[in-house]
Nanobody, 113 residues
Framework: QVRLVESGGGLVQPGGSLRLSCAAS????????MDWYRQAPGKQRDVVAS???????NYADSVKGRFTISRDNAKNTVYLFMNSLKPEDTAVYYC???????WGQGTQVTVSS
């Protein structure tokens, strides 16, 4: 089955950390540039971080120095490590496989005290 499945979201206090995972199946994961997007209520979906097949990374200015994207091609999984979380990071987080034009279902991250 061709799909991306995100996990790891939840409720966290400001300043806390979370690790999101996105497991791929049915695609040639290693050739895909993988992106993490997020969408807050009433706002557009924006890219947060990207990692190429070769491991090069790129980040939105709003998360630089706080978020880290990585991938494990042996596990067909991409991760997003989120530190120093802020209330404005609250959103549904989606992973995206560019070569296959494939989205996951999303995982909710809520940063609140």
């Amino acid at each position: 089955q061709v799909r991306l499945v995100e996990s790891g979201g939840g409720l966290v206090q400001p300043g806390g950390s979370l690790r999101l995972s996105c497991a791929a199946s049915g695609i040639i994961f290693r050739v895909n540039t993988m992106d993490w997007y997020r969408q807050a209520p009433g706002k557009q979906r924006d890219v947060v971080a990207s990692i190429t097949s070769g491991g090069s990374t790129n980040y939105a200015d709003s998360v630089k120095g706080r978020f880290t994207i990585s991938r494990d091609n042996a596990k067909n999984t991409v991760y997003l490590f989120m530190n120093s979380l802020k209330p404005e990071d609250t959103a549904v987080y989606y992973c995206y496989a560019r070569y296959n034009n494939l989205w996951g279902q999303g995982t909710q991250v809520t940063v609140s005290s």
